[in-house]
């Protein structure tokens, strides 16, 4: 049953119930879907009736997933939930008359503010229960396609660092919506006080609260592609030959090493804090026998310098990305993800070959082909 609408609609009304029936994919591209009918084929009418399920899924896409995804993601720490966030968002949206509504961006973006804070009540409790260190689930390779638009040139617009996640989670949800709101989707405090449907004045103590948060715990260092290159490679040299040393001097002295597991795989539980002691137990892990038949792949890891591991079967088993510091060719924090349910939608490589094959003890993935394996020069594990 669908819920009856008012004649108008803007972003401080009510929001529709969502129906289960059939709805259009927004994926879908009626110029090539074999599938749609012949009206919305490019031997039907020429141009797309512009009040169909289809063009109109096309618009929701087009015009307004992105920034939505950007939100949801900022919010919940979860790539997987933010999809599901922006598909509950389409489905509840369909049920709506357009011609009722003053501003479909805002109405949309406050349904996700919405659902979000919903879905952060019962993440709350899941939190407490979360077995060791949490961490977002990681974006490889695509962190610039989770910005509000490539046009935004907000402060922290295009920054999904792992320390600027972790930042919003020590927030409150409604000073993390207001935040991200007014600080990266650069609303006005009016607009942001229809979103969050609270007074304008209660909206700038929020943000306020949050800047003060956000600047105490959180301090952006900026590095060109040539810069994070050279942080990891001499990272990866320090960690393939093994030397505790030279790890720990492109550490810096107060560095941390955090890993998540998830409870469902083994890791570090808890922050480990000294460049020193972060070297050894890094080192260790590299020689484990476990370790012996692991590849990487160089990646960007939530727009970090970092890799992906793999094991011999070609699935991935965690994520490394590491933290530039304010202080040149040095690294402040490691993150490690391994939780496997925070990786399923990463793609696996080619399995090593068969026993008797011959096998390098290190290899790394070239990432412009990831099917092809290149020795890396050394005997040595990765971690």
Partial sequence: MTTAMPATHDATDPIPDPTLGPIADPRVDPRTDPDLPPALSPSGPPALDAHSAAARALRFDRDHARSLRALAYR????????????????????????????????????????????????????????????????????????????????????????????????????????????????????????????????????????????KADYARHEVEDEERQRLFGAFMDAL???????????????????????????AVPKALEGGALVARAFVGFAKLPTSSAWRVRQARVNGLPGYIVYGPDGAPIQTVALRPAAEPGRISAIYVQRNPDKLRHLAPIAPLPGEGAPRAAVVVVDPASPDALAPRGGTSRDP
């Avoid at 709101?181 to 609260?209: H, I, K, M, T």
């Avoid at 030959?241 to 597991?261: C, I, N, Q, W």
């Fill in 75 to 214: 919010m919940l720490g979860s790539r997987a939930e933010a999809e599901d966030i922006v598909q509950e968002a389409w489905l509840r949206w369909a049920e709506v008359d357009e011609a009722t509504v003053n501003h479909a961006g805002a109405f949309l973006s406050r349904l996700v503010t919405n659902l979000c804070l919903d879905r952060l009540q019962s993440a709350a409790v899941r939190r407490e229960q979360y077995v060791g260190v949490w961490l977002p689930e990681p974006l490889v390779d695509e962190a610039g396609d989770w910005s509000p638009s490539p046009e935004t040139q907000a402060e922290f617009a295009q920054d999904v660092s792992v320390a600027f996640m972790l930042t919003l989670e020590r927030l409150s949800p409604l000073e993390r919506a207001a935040f991200l709101l007014r600080e990266v989707f650069e609303l006005d405090f009016d607009e942001v006080a229809r979103r969050l449907n609270r007074s304008e004045a209660a909206c700038r103590q929020l943000v306020s609260r949050a800047r003060q948060h956000v």
């Fill in 240 to 266: 393939t030959s093994f030397d505790v040393d030279a790890l720990a001097k492109v550490l810096t002295e107060d560095a941390v090493l955090l890993a998540d597991g998830g409870g469902k795989v083994s």
